[in-house]
């Protein structure tokens, strides 16, 4: 099967933007021939990767898979302006690369966040017939609002045209994948029919994040280097209020056997190392965002692992990428999390849950895991692993995603 794969973030981009190359790669082996359409490296920073200049066009090959990048505004700045910039350029520049570039597609998929990623996806099917599945990743026009990047007076206006922009792809879907079972009702209370929504959650790069032995090399380079360490890493943003992990450090500044490890970058960067230099933290230290390939040894080097994010409505709604990483890797949690997150945590046995943004919690939590004996925490590690084969591993949710394209497929052959 020929399939067309939209996304607006693709390789070599780090954190959440790595999921669409573990999506196209494992559609891939499964024998099918995938194209992607995305646009040029700039996230999370903002910057463009080394190598790469906006062009009207570019072609690539990636790990044996074609790669369409279409020209867009880099950006990835708190500005509503820069940022609607950068969503709606890439929009329109996949469109016309869509049109003009792509070879016919037995189906599309479309890696739904942004949003106005599935523009090229609604022209391809208005003009080809070519059948796409919508897999949403982050809820529009909610995600947007919350954001805080509008004020109140156009935030309504933007939100009334965004409902109804999601409600035109979701009536132009041939399915929507959800990430998260509240996604579903949501969608569902907009008049979307149940039948049309399905649960495919996201999986983790399993090459990546397998269960490794750690190693002492690895945690001195990373500065995790106390007996017990509680490692956060991944993107340093405003939703993942980390400030409460450095606040727990401090409540914790007397424990010399007990430090913490941030392992990562992003927008809250210059913030955290500014507290952690205000309270005169020596239990704390930085590490930059680290490759894929070393990501399970990354992880191994903490005892435990935080999942942190906002306790707000749409967080509540996410199974963040970072959460499946964890659990594929094997390693213990802490869930600072609510909603569908915590839920997950909790069901995995992979560790104790606490109310996001409460440092308080957070530090009871990590003293509780430091004075358990060893072969328990290991024992939380285990767990999380098997319930990710369980529910989460690419052999469950690419198959599920896969059968989505094909019923596509089938039902354009029948018209």
Request: aromatic residues 8%; glycine residues 8%; proline residues 7%.
């Amino acid at each position: 099967m020929k399939i067309g794969f939209v996304t607006q973030w693709y390789d070599p981009e780090l954190g959440s933007a790595a999921l669409p190359g573990i999506i196209s790669r494992s559609l891939s082996r499964r024998g099918q021939d995938v194209e992607v359409l995305t646009g040029f490296p700039n996230y999370p920073s903002g910057t463009l990767y080394p190598g790469y200049r906006v062009r009207p066009y570019k072609r690539e090959v990636i790990d044996g898979v074609v790669v369409h990048r279409a020209p867009l505004f880099p950006s990835h700045d708190t500005r509503a302006l820069s940022r609607v910039t950068n969503y709606l350029s890439f929009g329109s520049g996949a469109t016309a690369v869509a049109l003009t570039r792509l070879p016919r597609m037995d189906a599309v998929l479309v890696h739904g966040t942004p949003a106005t990623a599935a523009a090229p996806a609604m022209a391809l099917k208005r003009l080809r017939g070519t059948p796409f599945v919508f897999h949403v990743q982050d809820l529009w026009p909610d995600t947007v609002i919350s954001s805080g990047f509008l004020k109140p007076d156009r935030s309504r206006r933007v939100e009334s045209a965004l409902h109804r922009f999601c409600d035109a792809i979701y009536r132009a879907a041939h399915a929507v994948a959800v990430t998260s079972p509240s996604m579903a009702e949501r969608i569902a209370a907009r008049g979307v029919p149940e039948a049309k929504i399905h649960f495919v959650p996201n999986w983790a790069d399993e090459q990546s994040f397998t269960p490794v032995v750690g190693d002492a090399v690895t945690a001195s380079r990373l500065g995790a280097t106390r007996p017990f360490t509680v490692m956060y890493a991944g993107i340093f943003g405003e939703f993942q209020a980390l400030d409460a992990l450095v606040e727990a450090a401090a409540l914790l500044r007397n424990r010399r056997d007990i430090g913490f490890a941030l392992v990562g970058g992003g927008v809250a960067e210059d913030r955290l190392r500014a507290r952690v230099a205000e309270l005169e933290l020596d239990n704390v230290s930085f590490a930059p965002m680290q490759p894929f390939s070393e990501m399970a040894a990354v992880l191994a080097a903490g005892n435990v692992q935080v999942i942190s994010l906002q306790d707000r409505p749409l967080s509540n709604r996410t199974l963040p990428s970072k959460l499946q990483g964890t659990l594929s890797a094997g390693r213990p949690i802490i869930g600072a999390l609510a909603g569908d997150a915590a839920a997950v945590v909790r069901e995995s046995g992979a560790g104790p849950v606490v109310t996001p943004g409460s440092s308080t919690e957070l530090a009871d939590a990590t003293i509780r895991l430091a004075d358990a004996p060893r072969e328990e925490v290991a024992g939380l590690g285990r767990r999380a692993h098997e319930y990710y084969l369980d529910n989460f591993s690419e052999e469950v949710s690419a198959g599920r995603l896969l059968d989505l394209l094909s019923e596509a497929s089938v039902q354009r052959g029948r018209r």
